[in-house]
């Protein structure tokens, strides 16, 4: 799906380049861009939940989150 969205993105972005696009493409790209960028994020966030540190003893420890401001 991710392929899908990014390969009309690049369309809708060459179109711009050539012409100015209606207001119907215009929605379209920032829905597009939005779903994509949510859509990597999500896959970011997974691999990091899946992502462990092993320290010098040879212990596994989850990735934390992290920490908000001070």
Do not use: C, P
């Not at 809708?12 to 493409?25: D, G, I, P, S, Y």
């Amino acid at each position: 799906m991710i392929q899908e969205k990014l390969k009309r993105i690049n369309e809708l972005a060459k179109l711009q380049k050539q012409r100015e696009l209606t207001a119907e493409e215009k929605d379209e790209q920032a829905r597009l861009r939005k779903e994509y960028i949510e859509e990597w994020r999500a896959g970011v966030v997974q691999v990091l939940e899946n992502t462990y540190l092993v320290d010098e003893k040879g212990t596994k420890h989850k990735l934390g989150k992290k920490q908000q401001g001070s």
